[in-house]
Protein backbone atom coordinates (compact mmCIF):
# COMPACT_ATOMS: atom_id res chain seq x y z
CA UNK A 1 0.00 0.00 0.00
CA UNK A 2 1.28 3.15 -0.56
CA UNK A 3 1.20 4.47 3.14
CA UNK A 4 4.47 2.18 3.38
CA UNK A 5 5.64 3.86 0.02
CA UNK A 6 5.58 7.20 1.58
CA UNK A 7 7.20 6.12 4.62
CA UNK A 8 10.23 5.31 1.98
CA UNK A 9 10.15 7.99 0.28
CA UNK A 10 11.49 9.85 3.91
CA UNK A 11 13.60 6.93 4.46
CA UNK A 12 15.68 7.08 0.90
CA UNK A 13 16.10 11.10 1.86
CA UNK A 14 17.24 10.35 4.66
CA UNK A 15 19.91 7.89 2.95
CA UNK A 16 20.71 10.26 0.30
CA UNK A 17 21.51 12.69 2.91
CA UNK A 18 23.40 10.70 5.35
CA UNK A 19 25.32 9.43 1.94
CA UNK A 20 26.47 12.94 0.93
CA UNK A 21 24.06 12.57 -2.28
CA UNK A 22 22.15 15.56 -1.84
CA UNK A 23 22.30 18.35 0.78
CA UNK A 24 20.81 19.32 3.63
CA UNK A 25 18.39 22.03 2.19
CA UNK A 26 17.40 19.78 -0.86
CA UNK A 27 16.68 16.91 1.54
CA UNK A 28 14.47 19.17 3.75
CA UNK A 29 13.00 20.78 0.80
CA UNK A 30 12.26 17.50 -0.64
CA UNK A 31 11.05 16.29 2.68
CA UNK A 32 8.70 19.54 2.74
CA UNK A 33 7.82 18.19 -1.12
CA UNK A 34 5.75 15.06 0.24
CA UNK A 35 3.67 17.72 1.26
CA UNK A 36 4.78 19.82 -1.22
CA UNK A 37 3.66 23.79 -0.53
CA UNK A 38 4.95 25.91 -2.43
CA UNK A 39 6.30 28.92 -0.99
CA UNK A 40 5.55 31.17 -3.28
CA UNK A 41 1.48 30.47 -2.89
CA UNK A 42 1.67 30.46 0.63
CA UNK A 43 1.51 34.21 1.09
CA UNK A 44 -1.65 34.81 -0.45
CA UNK A 45 -3.39 32.30 1.60
CA UNK A 46 -5.73 34.04 3.69
CA UNK A 47 -6.31 31.45 6.66
CA UNK A 48 -9.12 31.48 9.13
CA UNK A 49 -7.12 29.12 11.40
CA UNK A 50 -4.48 29.55 13.70
CA UNK A 51 -2.62 26.50 12.62
CA UNK A 52 -2.64 23.38 10.20
CA UNK A 53 -2.03 19.93 10.88
CA UNK A 54 -0.68 17.51 8.19
CA UNK A 55 -0.13 14.24 9.11
CA UNK A 56 2.88 12.54 8.12
CA UNK A 57 5.16 9.35 8.07
CA UNK A 58 7.68 10.97 11.47
CA UNK A 59 11.19 10.68 11.50
CA UNK A 60 13.81 13.13 10.61
CA UNK A 61 11.15 15.07 8.26
CA UNK A 62 8.98 16.45 11.53
CA UNK A 63 12.27 18.59 12.55
CA UNK A 64 12.64 19.27 8.55
CA UNK A 65 9.51 19.98 8.13
CA UNK A 66 9.16 22.13 10.69
CA UNK A 67 12.15 24.23 9.51
CA UNK A 68 11.66 24.14 6.01
CA UNK A 69 7.53 24.64 5.93
CA UNK A 70 6.19 25.72 9.61
CA UNK A 71 8.94 28.32 9.97
CA UNK A 72 8.26 30.27 6.53
CA UNK A 73 4.55 29.60 6.79
CA UNK A 74 4.26 31.48 10.14
CA UNK A 75 6.60 33.50 8.90
CA UNK A 76 3.62 34.55 6.00
CA UNK A 77 0.47 34.02 7.19
CA UNK A 78 0.89 34.36 11.58
CA UNK A 79 -0.48 30.88 11.44
CA UNK A 80 1.34 27.41 12.77
CA UNK A 81 2.14 24.29 11.07
CA UNK A 82 2.04 21.93 13.20
CA UNK A 83 3.81 18.20 11.52
CA UNK A 84 1.95 15.00 13.14
CA UNK A 85 4.55 12.03 12.33
CA UNK A 86 2.47 9.57 13.97
CA UNK A 87 1.82 8.03 10.42
CA UNK A 88 -1.43 8.19 8.81
CA UNK A 89 -2.41 4.37 8.48
CA UNK A 90 -6.19 3.34 7.35
CA UNK A 91 -6.71 2.60 10.93
CA UNK A 92 -5.50 5.85 12.61
CA UNK A 93 -7.34 7.95 10.19
CA UNK A 94 -10.98 5.88 10.95
CA UNK A 95 -9.93 5.97 14.59
CA UNK A 96 -10.34 10.53 14.71
CA UNK A 97 -13.23 10.00 12.49
CA UNK A 98 -15.21 7.72 14.72
CA UNK A 99 -14.09 9.49 17.74
CA UNK A 100 -15.10 12.89 15.93
CA UNK A 101 -11.79 14.19 17.50
CA UNK A 102 -10.24 14.89 14.02
CA UNK A 103 -6.98 16.54 14.09
CA UNK A 104 -5.60 16.09 10.71
CA UNK A 105 -6.01 18.69 8.03
CA UNK A 106 -4.65 16.84 5.20
CA UNK A 107 -3.53 13.54 4.94
CA UNK A 108 -1.41 11.50 2.25
CA UNK A 109 -3.58 8.52 1.81
CA UNK A 110 -3.93 5.95 -0.73
CA UNK A 111 -6.11 6.71 -4.02
CA UNK A 112 -8.30 3.48 -2.36
CA UNK A 113 -8.97 4.92 0.75
CA UNK A 114 -9.68 8.50 -0.49
CA UNK A 115 -12.99 6.39 -2.36
CA UNK A 116 -13.39 4.14 0.26
CA UNK A 117 -14.12 6.65 2.87
CA UNK A 118 -15.64 9.15 0.33
CA UNK A 119 -18.21 6.62 0.03
CA UNK A 120 -18.63 6.65 3.92
CA UNK A 121 -19.03 10.52 3.60
CA UNK A 122 -16.63 11.43 6.17
CA UNK A 123 -14.60 13.40 3.34
CA UNK A 124 -14.70 16.86 2.30
CA UNK A 125 -15.21 16.82 -1.50
CA UNK A 126 -12.55 18.51 -3.05
CA UNK A 127 -13.14 22.02 -4.21
CA UNK A 128 -11.90 22.13 -8.04
CA UNK A 129 -12.47 25.76 -8.26
CA UNK A 130 -9.51 26.01 -5.95
CA UNK A 131 -7.91 22.93 -6.97
CA UNK A 132 -6.72 23.23 -10.64
CA UNK A 133 -7.74 20.33 -13.17
CA UNK A 134 -5.92 21.13 -15.82
CA UNK A 135 -2.71 20.52 -13.50
CA UNK A 136 -4.42 16.83 -12.75
CA UNK A 137 -3.58 14.42 -15.08
CA UNK A 138 -6.92 12.79 -16.87
CA UNK A 139 -9.30 10.77 -14.75
CA UNK A 140 -7.18 11.38 -11.31
CA UNK A 141 -9.60 14.50 -9.93
CA UNK A 142 -11.68 12.47 -7.90
CA UNK A 143 -14.69 13.64 -5.55
CA UNK A 144 -12.85 13.31 -2.58
CA UNK A 145 -8.81 13.10 -3.15
CA UNK A 146 -5.96 13.73 -5.88
CA UNK A 147 -2.94 12.14 -5.76
CA UNK A 148 0.12 13.89 -4.66
CA UNK A 149 2.37 11.88 -6.90
CA UNK A 150 2.65 8.78 -8.94
CA UNK A 151 4.68 5.11 -8.33
CA UNK A 152 4.87 2.04 -9.93
CA UNK A 153 5.71 -1.60 -8.95
CA UNK A 154 8.51 -2.56 -11.05
CA UNK A 155 10.04 -5.65 -11.84
CA UNK A 156 13.87 -5.29 -11.53
CA UNK A 157 16.37 -8.64 -12.09
CA UNK A 158 19.94 -9.23 -11.59
CA UNK A 159 21.74 -8.70 -15.12
CA UNK A 160 24.83 -10.78 -14.34
CA UNK A 161 22.38 -13.46 -13.96
CA UNK A 162 20.35 -13.34 -16.83
CA UNK A 163 22.75 -11.70 -18.95
CA UNK A 164 21.39 -12.85 -22.60
CA UNK A 165 17.81 -11.81 -22.27
CA UNK A 166 16.08 -9.64 -19.83
CA UNK A 167 13.04 -10.59 -18.07
CA UNK A 168 10.26 -7.97 -18.67
CA UNK A 169 6.97 -9.34 -18.02
CA UNK A 170 4.93 -11.20 -15.24
CA UNK A 171 5.32 -14.02 -17.61
CA UNK A 172 8.76 -13.89 -17.36
CA UNK A 173 8.61 -13.90 -13.52
CA UNK A 174 6.71 -16.79 -13.85
CA UNK A 175 9.25 -18.97 -15.69
CA UNK A 176 11.54 -20.26 -12.92
CA UNK A 177 12.89 -22.55 -16.42
CA UNK A 178 13.81 -19.97 -18.83
CA UNK A 179 14.85 -17.19 -15.39
CA UNK A 180 16.02 -19.62 -12.70
CA UNK A 181 16.44 -18.02 -9.04
CA UNK A 182 14.77 -16.79 -6.35
CA UNK A 183 11.98 -13.95 -6.69
CA UNK A 184 11.11 -11.19 -4.37
CA UNK A 185 7.49 -9.99 -4.25
CA UNK A 186 5.38 -6.96 -2.22
CA UNK A 187 4.10 -8.65 1.26
CA UNK A 188 0.78 -5.68 1.08
CA UNK A 189 -0.33 -7.10 -2.23
CA UNK A 190 -0.52 -4.01 -4.79
CA UNK A 191 0.15 -5.03 -7.72
CA UNK A 192 0.96 -8.68 -6.99
CA UNK A 193 -2.39 -10.21 -8.04
CA UNK A 194 -2.55 -8.50 -11.20
CA UNK A 195 1.30 -9.77 -12.16
CA UNK A 196 -0.46 -12.85 -11.30
CA UNK A 197 -3.20 -12.83 -13.08
CA UNK A 198 -1.20 -11.29 -16.69
CA UNK A 199 1.01 -14.37 -16.08
CA UNK A 200 -1.55 -16.71 -16.38
CA UNK A 201 -2.92 -15.29 -19.56
CA UNK A 202 -5.55 -12.96 -18.48
CA UNK A 203 -5.41 -9.74 -20.86
CA UNK A 204 -4.16 -6.57 -19.44
CA UNK A 205 -7.88 -4.81 -20.12
CA UNK A 206 -9.72 -8.08 -18.69
CA UNK A 207 -7.91 -7.92 -15.44
CA UNK A 208 -10.56 -6.06 -13.30
CA UNK A 209 -12.43 -7.23 -11.75
CA UNK A 210 -9.59 -9.30 -10.07
CA UNK A 211 -10.34 -12.87 -9.87
CA UNK A 212 -8.37 -13.29 -6.46
CA UNK A 213 -8.40 -17.05 -6.10
CA UNK A 214 -7.13 -17.29 -9.60
CA UNK A 215 -4.24 -15.03 -8.78
CA UNK A 216 -3.38 -16.70 -5.53
CA UNK A 217 -3.36 -20.20 -6.85
CA UNK A 218 -1.01 -18.81 -9.65
CA UNK A 219 1.32 -17.26 -6.67
CA UNK A 220 0.99 -20.38 -4.63
CA UNK A 221 2.64 -22.35 -7.36
CA UNK A 222 5.43 -19.68 -7.58
CA UNK A 223 5.97 -19.43 -3.83
CA UNK A 224 8.95 -22.11 -3.41
CA UNK A 225 10.85 -19.74 -5.58
CA UNK A 226 10.16 -16.63 -3.63
CA UNK A 227 12.55 -16.03 -1.29
CA UNK A 228 10.95 -13.76 0.90
CA UNK A 229 8.10 -11.13 0.82
CA UNK A 230 9.62 -7.58 1.28
CA UNK A 231 7.58 -5.25 3.76
CA UNK A 232 9.93 -2.66 3.82
CA UNK A 233 11.50 -0.95 0.65
CA UNK A 234 15.02 -0.51 2.30
CA UNK A 235 14.41 -4.94 2.50
CA UNK A 236 13.53 -5.36 -1.15
CA UNK A 237 17.14 -3.16 -1.86
CA UNK A 238 18.67 -5.60 0.52
CA UNK A 239 17.70 -8.90 -1.06
CA UNK A 240 18.60 -7.73 -5.19
CA UNK A 241 22.19 -5.84 -3.66
CA UNK A 242 23.26 -8.74 -1.80
CA UNK A 243 21.84 -11.75 -4.28
CA UNK A 244 19.64 -13.13 -2.23
CA UNK A 245 16.92 -13.12 -5.01
CA UNK A 246 17.42 -12.60 -8.83
CA UNK A 247 14.58 -10.68 -9.17
CA UNK A 248 11.89 -8.99 -7.67
CA UNK A 249 8.86 -6.66 -8.12
CA UNK A 250 10.08 -3.72 -5.84
CA UNK A 251 9.01 0.29 -6.07
CA UNK A 252 10.35 2.34 -8.89
CA UNK A 253 11.97 4.66 -6.40
CA UNK A 254 14.15 1.60 -5.04
CA UNK A 255 14.60 0.41 -8.59
CA UNK A 256 16.48 3.52 -9.71
CA UNK A 257 18.90 3.68 -6.17
CA UNK A 258 19.80 0.26 -6.83
CA UNK A 259 20.73 0.72 -10.66
CA UNK A 260 22.95 3.98 -9.73
CA UNK A 261 24.46 1.70 -6.46
CA UNK A 262 25.22 -1.38 -8.59
CA UNK A 263 26.72 0.41 -11.63
CA UNK A 264 23.71 -0.81 -13.75
CA UNK A 265 24.24 -4.41 -12.42
CA UNK A 266 20.61 -4.38 -11.29
CA UNK A 267 18.38 -3.63 -13.80
CA UNK A 268 14.55 -2.60 -14.52
CA UNK A 269 12.53 -1.23 -16.30
CA UNK A 270 8.60 -0.52 -16.83
CA UNK A 271 7.61 -3.23 -18.83
CA UNK A 272 5.32 -5.37 -17.18
CA UNK A 273 4.99 -2.39 -14.39
CA UNK A 274 2.05 -1.19 -12.09
CA UNK A 275 1.43 2.43 -11.75
CA UNK A 276 -0.20 3.09 -8.58
CA UNK A 277 -0.88 6.73 -7.22
CA UNK A 278 -1.08 8.55 -3.69
CA UNK A 279 -4.16 10.71 -3.05
CA UNK A 280 -4.66 14.14 -0.96
CA UNK A 281 -7.59 13.83 1.73
CA UNK A 282 -9.23 16.16 3.76
CA UNK A 283 -11.33 14.37 6.55
CA UNK A 284 -14.75 16.20 7.21
CA UNK A 285 -14.24 18.63 10.28
CA UNK A 286 -11.00 19.10 9.92
CA UNK A 287 -9.82 21.75 12.24
CA UNK A 288 -8.31 24.29 10.53
CA UNK A 289 -11.29 24.09 7.87
CA UNK A 290 -11.89 23.08 4.50
CA UNK A 291 -10.64 25.79 2.45
CA UNK A 292 -7.53 26.29 4.26
CA UNK A 293 -7.10 21.94 3.50
CA UNK A 294 -8.19 22.67 -0.06
CA UNK A 295 -5.60 25.51 -0.73
CA UNK A 296 -3.01 23.44 0.63
CA UNK A 297 -4.03 20.22 -1.96
CA UNK A 298 -3.74 23.09 -4.69
CA UNK A 299 -0.63 24.37 -4.17
CA UNK A 300 0.78 21.15 -4.22
CA UNK A 301 0.19 20.85 -7.97
CA UNK A 302 2.90 23.06 -8.64
CA UNK A 303 4.97 22.06 -11.76
CA UNK A 304 7.94 22.57 -9.88
CA UNK A 305 7.45 21.17 -6.93
CA UNK A 306 6.37 18.35 -8.62
CA UNK A 307 9.67 18.05 -10.74
CA UNK A 308 11.74 18.66 -7.39
CA UNK A 309 10.30 15.57 -5.90
CA UNK A 310 11.03 13.32 -8.82
CA UNK A 311 14.47 14.45 -9.21
CA UNK A 312 15.16 13.72 -5.26
CA UNK A 313 13.29 10.82 -5.09
CA UNK A 314 12.02 9.81 -8.31
CA UNK A 315 8.11 9.68 -7.38
CA UNK A 316 6.50 10.32 -10.44
CA UNK A 317 4.74 14.00 -10.83
CA UNK A 318 1.30 14.49 -10.34
CA UNK A 319 0.74 17.17 -12.70
CA UNK A 320 1.24 16.64 -16.31
CA UNK A 321 3.01 20.23 -17.11
CA UNK A 322 5.92 18.81 -14.90
CA UNK A 323 6.83 16.06 -17.51
CA UNK A 324 7.96 18.49 -20.08
CA UNK A 325 10.91 20.12 -16.85
CA UNK A 326 12.46 16.92 -16.17
CA UNK A 327 15.91 16.94 -17.83
CA UNK A 328 16.06 15.11 -20.99
CA UNK A 329 18.88 12.32 -19.53
CA UNK A 330 16.25 11.40 -16.69
CA UNK A 331 13.01 11.72 -18.43
CA UNK A 332 12.63 7.50 -18.66
CA UNK A 333 12.59 7.36 -15.05
CA UNK A 334 9.37 8.95 -15.21
CA UNK A 335 6.50 6.38 -13.88
CA UNK A 336 3.90 8.85 -15.31
CA UNK A 337 5.51 9.47 -18.44
CA UNK A 338 2.55 8.76 -21.42
CA UNK A 339 5.59 6.28 -22.81
CA UNK A 340 6.15 4.32 -19.22
CA UNK A 341 2.19 4.68 -18.91
CA UNK A 342 1.70 2.92 -21.56
CA UNK A 343 3.93 -0.26 -20.57
CA UNK A 344 2.50 -0.51 -17.44
CA UNK A 345 -0.78 -1.60 -15.99
CA UNK A 346 -2.76 1.27 -14.09
CA UNK A 347 -4.09 -0.57 -10.62
CA UNK A 348 -7.93 0.18 -10.60
CA UNK A 349 -8.79 2.27 -7.00
CA UNK A 350 -11.90 1.51 -7.51
CA UNK A 351 -11.86 -1.80 -7.39
CA UNK A 352 -9.21 -1.68 -4.27
CA UNK A 353 -11.63 0.43 -2.53
CA UNK A 354 -14.31 -2.26 -2.46
CA UNK A 355 -11.80 -5.53 -2.04
CA UNK A 356 -8.54 -4.43 -0.54
CA UNK A 357 -9.45 -5.86 2.93
CA UNK A 358 -10.50 -9.38 2.14
CA UNK A 359 -8.10 -9.97 -0.37
CA UNK A 360 -5.06 -8.84 1.75
CA UNK A 361 -6.14 -11.32 4.42
CA UNK A 362 -6.28 -13.89 1.37
CA UNK A 363 -2.84 -13.53 0.13
CA UNK A 364 -1.48 -12.94 3.65
CA UNK A 365 -2.99 -16.44 4.56
CA UNK A 366 -1.25 -17.82 1.26
CA UNK A 367 2.23 -16.03 1.90
CA UNK A 368 2.03 -17.50 5.29
CA UNK A 369 0.80 -21.04 4.49
CA UNK B 1 -4.06 -1.56 63.23
CA UNK B 2 -6.39 0.60 61.04
CA UNK B 3 -4.48 3.79 60.67
CA UNK B 4 -1.38 2.01 59.92
CA UNK B 5 -3.76 0.42 57.07
CA UNK B 6 -4.56 3.10 55.42
CA UNK B 7 -1.12 4.60 55.50
CA UNK B 8 -0.07 1.46 53.20
CA UNK B 9 -3.32 1.54 51.41
CA UNK B 10 -2.64 5.34 50.54
CA UNK B 11 1.44 4.29 49.51
CA UNK B 12 -0.28 1.54 47.76
CA UNK B 13 -2.90 3.66 45.67
CA UNK B 14 -0.92 5.58 42.61
CA UNK B 15 0.14 2.39 41.22
CA UNK B 16 -2.92 0.53 41.31
CA UNK B 17 -4.81 4.04 40.07
CA UNK B 18 -2.16 4.36 37.57
CA UNK B 19 -3.25 1.24 36.40
CA UNK B 20 -6.91 1.45 35.86
CA UNK B 21 -6.61 4.80 34.08
CA UNK B 22 -3.73 4.05 31.97
CA UNK B 23 -4.50 0.25 31.24
CA UNK B 24 -7.79 -1.09 32.15
CA UNK B 25 -10.06 1.20 30.99
CA UNK B 26 -9.22 1.41 27.92
CA UNK B 27 -8.71 -1.99 27.77
CA UNK B 28 -12.73 -2.31 28.15
CA UNK B 29 -13.44 0.27 25.53
CA UNK B 30 -11.30 -2.03 23.06
CA UNK B 31 -12.62 -5.05 24.86
CA UNK B 32 -16.40 -3.50 24.01
CA UNK B 33 -15.37 -3.69 20.26
CA UNK B 34 -14.79 -7.34 19.64
CA UNK B 35 -19.00 -7.50 20.20
CA UNK B 36 -20.14 -4.21 19.07
CA UNK B 37 -18.08 -3.90 16.00
CA UNK B 38 -18.98 -4.30 12.98
CA UNK B 39 -22.57 -5.28 14.53
CA UNK B 40 -23.68 -6.50 18.30
CA UNK B 41 -22.97 -9.86 18.54
CA UNK B 42 -20.19 -12.60 19.49
CA UNK B 43 -19.65 -12.94 15.72
CA UNK B 44 -16.21 -12.01 16.26
CA UNK B 45 -15.63 -14.81 18.58
CA UNK B 46 -17.25 -17.30 16.56
CA UNK B 47 -15.00 -16.22 13.51
CA UNK B 48 -12.00 -16.92 15.69
CA UNK B 49 -12.76 -20.52 16.51
CA UNK B 50 -13.99 -20.76 12.84
CA UNK B 51 -11.82 -18.95 10.55
CA UNK B 52 -9.45 -20.89 8.92
CA UNK B 53 -7.40 -17.58 8.52
CA UNK B 54 -7.35 -16.74 11.78
CA UNK B 55 -7.17 -20.52 13.54
CA UNK B 56 -3.92 -21.08 11.31
CA UNK B 57 -2.28 -17.48 12.62
CA UNK B 58 -3.56 -18.86 16.12
CA UNK B 59 -2.21 -22.38 15.52
CA UNK B 60 1.11 -20.98 14.01
CA UNK B 61 1.95 -18.88 17.17
CA UNK B 62 0.89 -21.69 19.12
CA UNK B 63 3.30 -24.00 17.67
CA UNK B 64 6.27 -21.27 17.66
CA UNK B 65 5.48 -20.42 20.57
CA UNK B 66 6.14 -24.10 22.02
CA UNK B 67 8.91 -24.90 19.81
CA UNK B 68 10.78 -21.79 21.16
CA UNK B 69 9.38 -22.54 24.53
CA UNK B 70 10.87 -25.52 24.88
CA UNK B 71 14.50 -24.79 23.01
CA UNK B 72 14.90 -21.57 25.30
CA UNK B 73 14.63 -23.42 28.55
CA UNK B 74 16.51 -26.24 27.69
CA UNK B 75 19.32 -24.55 26.90
CA UNK B 76 18.69 -22.14 29.77
CA UNK B 77 19.03 -24.60 31.87
CA UNK B 78 22.18 -26.29 31.08
CA UNK B 79 23.29 -22.15 31.32
CA UNK B 80 22.14 -21.37 34.16
CA UNK B 81 23.69 -24.97 35.59
CA UNK B 82 26.56 -23.30 34.50
CA UNK B 83 26.14 -19.93 36.15
CA UNK B 84 25.54 -21.43 39.25
CA UNK B 85 27.73 -24.37 39.60
CA UNK B 86 30.43 -23.94 37.37
CA UNK B 87 34.35 -22.54 38.29
CA UNK B 88 34.32 -18.88 38.59
CA UNK B 89 36.17 -18.31 34.93
CA UNK B 90 33.22 -19.84 33.33
CA UNK B 91 30.69 -18.27 35.28
CA UNK B 92 32.17 -14.73 34.41
CA UNK B 93 32.61 -15.79 30.96
CA UNK B 94 28.59 -16.63 31.17
CA UNK B 95 27.34 -13.71 32.76
CA UNK B 96 28.76 -11.39 29.80
CA UNK B 97 27.61 -14.37 27.29
CA UNK B 98 23.98 -13.93 28.74
CA UNK B 99 24.15 -10.20 29.69
CA UNK B 100 25.86 -8.49 26.75
CA UNK B 101 22.91 -9.63 24.33
CA UNK B 102 20.18 -8.71 26.59
CA UNK B 103 21.02 -5.40 26.53
CA UNK B 104 20.89 -5.36 22.69
CA UNK B 105 18.06 -3.91 20.70
CA UNK B 106 15.63 -6.43 19.35
CA UNK B 107 16.23 -4.92 16.05
CA UNK B 108 19.92 -5.50 15.55
CA UNK B 109 19.82 -9.02 16.95
CA UNK B 110 17.12 -9.65 14.62
CA UNK B 111 19.68 -8.12 11.53
CA UNK B 112 22.69 -9.97 12.81
CA UNK B 113 20.85 -13.36 12.42
CA UNK B 114 19.93 -12.76 9.28
CA UNK B 115 23.42 -12.06 7.79
CA UNK B 116 24.52 -14.88 9.56
CA UNK B 117 21.68 -17.18 8.44
CA UNK B 118 20.43 -16.36 4.82
CA UNK B 119 21.66 -18.11 1.68
CA UNK B 120 24.18 -16.23 0.87
CA UNK B 121 25.64 -15.73 4.92
CA UNK B 122 28.58 -17.01 6.82
CA UNK B 123 26.74 -20.08 7.41
CA UNK B 124 26.01 -21.39 4.39
CA UNK B 125 28.86 -20.17 2.92
CA UNK B 126 31.30 -21.75 5.24
CA UNK B 127 29.39 -25.29 4.59
CA UNK B 128 29.18 -25.07 1.16
CA UNK B 129 33.12 -23.76 1.12
CA UNK B 130 34.18 -27.23 3.19
CA UNK B 131 31.63 -29.08 1.08
CA UNK B 132 29.63 -30.27 3.52
CA UNK B 133 26.47 -29.05 1.35
CA UNK B 134 25.60 -28.26 -2.02
CA UNK B 135 23.18 -26.11 -1.46
CA UNK B 136 22.61 -23.79 1.04
CA UNK B 137 20.57 -24.70 4.06
CA UNK B 138 16.77 -22.42 3.99
CA UNK B 139 17.51 -20.87 7.45
CA UNK B 140 15.80 -17.64 7.32
CA UNK B 141 13.46 -15.99 5.89
CA UNK B 142 10.74 -19.02 7.07
CA UNK B 143 9.40 -20.50 10.32
CA UNK B 144 12.90 -21.73 11.40
CA UNK B 145 14.37 -17.98 11.38
CA UNK B 146 12.04 -16.51 13.46
CA UNK B 147 12.55 -19.37 15.51
CA UNK B 148 15.91 -19.15 16.07
CA UNK B 149 15.84 -15.64 16.31
CA UNK B 150 12.92 -15.74 18.98
CA UNK B 151 14.81 -18.63 21.31
CA UNK B 152 17.91 -16.07 20.90
CA UNK B 153 15.77 -13.19 22.35
CA UNK B 154 14.03 -15.03 24.91
CA UNK B 155 16.78 -17.41 26.25
CA UNK B 156 17.85 -14.55 29.21
CA UNK B 157 14.44 -14.56 30.62
CA UNK B 158 14.72 -17.96 31.15
CA UNK B 159 18.19 -17.97 32.65
CA UNK B 160 17.48 -15.56 35.05
CA UNK B 161 14.38 -17.71 36.91
CA UNK B 162 16.02 -20.90 36.35
CA UNK B 163 19.46 -19.56 38.19
CA UNK B 164 17.38 -18.15 40.90
CA UNK B 165 16.34 -21.51 41.23
CA UNK B 166 19.11 -23.62 41.38
CA UNK B 167 20.84 -21.12 43.66
CA UNK B 168 18.43 -21.78 46.25
CA UNK B 169 19.09 -25.62 46.16
CA UNK B 170 20.89 -26.47 49.43
CA UNK B 171 24.29 -27.55 48.42
CA UNK B 172 24.14 -30.29 51.54
CA UNK B 173 21.50 -32.16 49.93
CA UNK B 174 23.66 -32.61 47.06
CA UNK B 175 26.24 -33.41 49.22
CA UNK B 176 24.15 -35.89 51.14
CA UNK B 177 22.90 -37.66 47.58
CA UNK B 178 26.82 -38.13 46.36
CA UNK B 179 27.73 -39.12 49.71
CA UNK B 180 24.95 -41.89 49.74
CA UNK B 181 26.95 -43.02 46.42
CA UNK B 182 24.59 -41.22 43.27
CA UNK B 183 27.14 -40.37 40.40
CA UNK B 184 26.38 -37.34 38.71
CA UNK B 185 23.67 -37.90 36.68
CA UNK B 186 21.68 -39.43 38.95
CA UNK B 187 21.78 -36.15 41.30
CA UNK B 188 21.03 -34.67 38.51
CA UNK B 189 17.86 -36.54 37.22
CA UNK B 190 16.33 -37.23 41.11
CA UNK B 191 18.02 -34.56 43.27
CA UNK B 192 18.09 -31.12 41.10
CA UNK B 193 15.90 -30.81 38.16
CA UNK B 194 12.70 -32.03 40.61
CA UNK B 195 13.87 -29.61 43.37
CA UNK B 196 14.16 -26.75 40.54
CA UNK B 197 11.12 -28.40 38.95
CA UNK B 198 8.76 -24.52 40.25
CA UNK B 199 11.96 -22.51 38.46
CA UNK B 200 11.59 -24.30 35.20
CA UNK B 201 8.00 -24.26 35.10
CA UNK B 202 7.93 -20.68 35.52
CA UNK B 203 10.94 -19.70 32.84
CA UNK B 204 8.89 -21.61 30.64
CA UNK B 205 5.82 -19.59 31.65
CA UNK B 206 7.60 -16.65 31.17
CA UNK B 207 9.02 -17.30 27.81
CA UNK B 208 5.83 -18.47 26.47
CA UNK B 209 3.94 -15.38 27.33
CA UNK B 210 6.92 -12.93 25.81
CA UNK B 211 6.80 -15.26 22.73
CA UNK B 212 3.21 -14.72 22.12
CA UNK B 213 3.61 -10.59 21.74
CA UNK B 214 6.33 -11.13 19.45
CA UNK B 215 6.71 -8.84 16.04
CA UNK B 216 9.34 -7.43 15.37
CA UNK B 217 11.69 -10.37 14.94
CA UNK B 218 9.27 -12.82 13.00
CA UNK B 219 8.79 -9.52 10.66
CA UNK B 220 12.35 -9.13 9.66
CA UNK B 221 13.72 -13.00 10.38
CA UNK B 222 10.43 -15.05 8.62
CA UNK B 223 10.45 -13.06 5.00
CA UNK B 224 7.25 -11.92 5.52
CA UNK B 225 5.62 -15.75 5.94
CA UNK B 226 5.02 -16.41 8.88
CA UNK B 227 2.56 -13.69 10.07
CA UNK B 228 2.14 -14.14 14.28
CA UNK B 229 -0.80 -12.88 16.24
CA UNK B 230 0.31 -9.79 17.01
CA UNK B 231 1.05 -8.64 13.52
CA UNK B 232 -2.21 -9.99 12.74
CA UNK B 233 -4.15 -8.03 15.17
CA UNK B 234 -1.51 -4.75 13.75
CA UNK B 235 -3.54 -5.90 10.13
CA UNK B 236 -6.84 -5.78 11.59
CA UNK B 237 -6.06 -2.73 13.46
CA UNK B 238 -4.64 -0.73 10.65
CA UNK B 239 -4.76 -2.38 7.49
CA UNK B 240 -7.74 -4.12 6.98
CA UNK B 241 -9.23 -2.10 9.71
CA UNK B 242 -11.40 -5.14 11.24
CA UNK B 243 -11.02 -3.46 14.91
CA UNK B 244 -13.86 -5.83 16.13
CA UNK B 245 -11.77 -8.77 15.23
CA UNK B 246 -8.27 -7.72 16.21
CA UNK B 247 -10.17 -6.91 20.02
CA UNK B 248 -11.51 -9.94 19.99
CA UNK B 249 -8.32 -11.69 19.76
CA UNK B 250 -6.25 -9.58 22.10
CA UNK B 251 -9.44 -10.21 25.03
CA UNK B 252 -8.51 -14.19 23.92
CA UNK B 253 -4.57 -13.02 23.90
CA UNK B 254 -5.55 -11.67 27.54
CA UNK B 255 -7.09 -14.61 28.72
CA UNK B 256 -4.59 -16.75 27.56
CA UNK B 257 -1.88 -15.15 29.43
CA UNK B 258 -3.81 -14.27 32.61
CA UNK B 259 -4.61 -17.96 33.10
CA UNK B 260 -0.79 -18.80 32.52
CA UNK B 261 -0.08 -15.48 34.95
CA UNK B 262 -2.03 -17.65 37.54
CA UNK B 263 -0.56 -20.55 36.72
CA UNK B 264 3.00 -19.47 37.07
CA UNK B 265 1.91 -17.97 40.53
CA UNK B 266 0.66 -21.44 41.35
CA UNK B 267 3.45 -23.47 40.47
CA UNK B 268 6.12 -21.03 41.29
CA UNK B 269 6.38 -18.37 43.76
CA UNK B 270 7.23 -15.10 41.64
CA UNK B 271 9.69 -13.82 44.79
CA UNK B 272 11.71 -16.67 44.60
CA UNK B 273 11.62 -16.50 40.65
CA UNK B 274 13.12 -12.91 40.84
CA UNK B 275 14.36 -13.61 44.20
Redesign the interface.
Known sequence: ?SEHFKRDCFEILTRRAAAGEIDRRSFVKAAALLLSVPMAMRAKMAFAADQLVVANWGGDAIDAFQKAFGEPFTKATGIAVRIDGSGP????I?AQITSGKIIWDVVDADANLGIAFGKEGVLEALDYNTIDRAKIRKGYDYEFGTPGYFFSYVLAYDSARFSDEAPTSPADFWNVEKFPG?RTMY??MNGMLEAALLADGVKPEELYPLDIDRALAKIEALKPHI?????SGAESQQLLT???AAMGYIWNTRAILLGRDTDDQIKWGYDGGFLNSSTWITPKGNPAGRDNAMRFIATSQDAQSQVMLFDLLGNGPANPEADALIPDDRKALNCVSPEAEAKQVTLNAEWYADN???A???F??L??? | MTRSWMRYAILLAPLPLFLVVSYVLPFLMVAKWSVTDPEPGFGQYIRIFTDPTVQAVLIRTLRICVIVTLVSVTLAYAIAYNWVFGPPRRQRLIEYCVLIPFWISVLIRAFGWLILLRNNGIINESLMGIGIIKEPLALVRNELGSIIGMTHFLIPFAVFPLASALRQVDPRVLQAASGLGAGRMRIFWTVTLPMTMPGVLGAGIIVFVFALGFFITPAILSGGRSVMVAEFIYLQLFQTVNWGLAAAISVVLLVIVAALGTLLHKVARLDKLVG
Not at chain 1, 89 to 92: F, S
Not at chain 1, 227 to 231: H, K, L, R, Y
Open positions: MTEGAKKKWISFWGEGEYSALEKLAVSK
